[in-house]
Structures are given as structure tokens and as C-alpha cells.
């Protein structure tokens, strides 16, 4: 016959029962993923941790790409000023109105993206409401 874990008895059809260190072994595996299981679970229910670790990332995603547009913007002003000084010492050309128009229009044309802009905007907005919603 077998007993309440269905293992057989020693002697009989030549099966002996499991091994208590292989049982041990296996609870304590067991044991190890549920406790893995319920530490993913728990994570995931964390609202508040998940918010401001995204909050977090977008900070940094803004940050960063506002020092690339802060060094455009640099290297923009340095070339913009060198061709002035190098304007500065030529003589006056009769069409120097039209070149100034056009110089207007190609700046003009070089404006922030629309994007970067929108994505600034929705983190200071993103910034304000969890900043709001710690002080309640």
C-alpha cells in the first residue's frame, strides 16, 4: 500500500520513499520563488514608487536634452558672433538690407522643435502635480 504522500512503502513493489533532504531541498526552492514572486508582486503594486521613479527618468530625459539644445544654442551664438566680427571688418555691400532679411528668415527657421518643447512642458506639469500631491 502507500501512504498519505502516495510514495510506496519500503519492501513492497520495489519503490522506497522520497528522499527527506531531496523534500527539503525542494521546499526550500519553493520557498525562494514564492518569496521572489511576492516581492515582483509587491513592486508592482507600489504606485508611488513606480511614479516617481518615472518621474525620475523624465527629469533626467529633460535635463539631457535640454544641455543639448543649451549647447546648440552656443555653438550657434559663437558662429553667429564670429561671422559678425568677420562682417564687421569688410566693407558695406549695396545689398547688406537684403542679407540682413535673409539672415532674419535663417534663424527664424532654426526655432526648438516643437516636441522638445511640448515634452518640457508636460514634465514641469508632471513635476508640479507629484510635488502638489506630497503635500496633501
Same mark, same amino acid.
Given at each position: 500500500?502507500?501512504?498519505?504522500? /502516495?510514495? *510506496?512503502?519500503? /519492501?513492497?513493489?520495489? #519503490? #522506497?520513499?522520497?528522499?527527506?533532504?531531496a523534500l527539503r531541498a525542494e521546499i526550500k526552492?519553493?520557498?525562494? @520563488? &514564492?518569496?521572489?514572486?511576492?516581492?515582483?508582486?509587491? #513592486?508592482?503594486?507600489?504606485?508611488?514608487?513606480?511614479?516617481?521613479?518615472?518621474v525620475e527618468q523624465t527629469k533626467q530625459r529633460?535635463?539631457?536634452? *535640454?544641455? @543639448?539644445?543649451?549647447?546648440?544654442?552656443?555653438?550657434? *551664438?559663437? %558662429?553667429?558672433?564670429?561671422?559678425?566680427?568677420? $562682417?564687421?571688418? %569688410?566693407?558695406? @555691400? $549695396?545689398?547688406?538690407?537684403?542679407?540682413?532679411?535673409?539672415?532674419? &528668415?535663417?534663424?527664424?527657421?532654426?526655432?526648438?522643435?516643437?516636441? &522638445?518643447?511640448? $515634452? /518640457? *512642458?508636460?514634465?514641469?506639469?508632471?513635476?508640479?502635480?507629484?510635488?502638489? /500631491?506630497?503635500?496633501?
Amino acid at each position: 500500500m502507500s501512504d498519505k504522500n /502516495g510514495a *510506496a512503502e519500503p /519492501g513492497r513493489n520495489g #519503490a #522506497a520513499k522520497p528522499d527527506i533532504e531531496a523534500l527539503r531541498a525542494e521546499i526550500k526552492r519553493t520557498r525562494a @520563488e &514564492l518569496g521572489e514572486t511576492v516581492q515582483a508582486l509587491a #513592486a508592482k503594486g507600489d504606485v508611488k514608487a513606480r511614479a516617481k521613479q518615472q518621474v525620475e527618468q523624465t527629469k533626467q530625459r529633460v535635463m539631457a536634452q *535640454a544641455a @543639448e539644445v543649451g549647447e546648440r544654442v552656443r555653438e550657434a *551664438a559663437q %558662429q553667429a558672433g564670429g561671422r559678425a566680427r568677420a $562682417a564687421a571688418g %569688410q566693407p558695406r @555691400e $549695396a545689398g547688406s538690407g537684403e542679407m540682413a532679411y535673409e539672415a532674419g &528668415l535663417r534663424a527664424r527657421s532654426r526655432v526648438v522643435p516643437i516636441s &522638445l518643447v511640448f $515634452a /518640457g *512642458a508636460v514634465a514641469l506639469v508632471g513635476v508640479i502635480l507629484i510635488v502638489r /500631491g506630497s503635500r496633501r
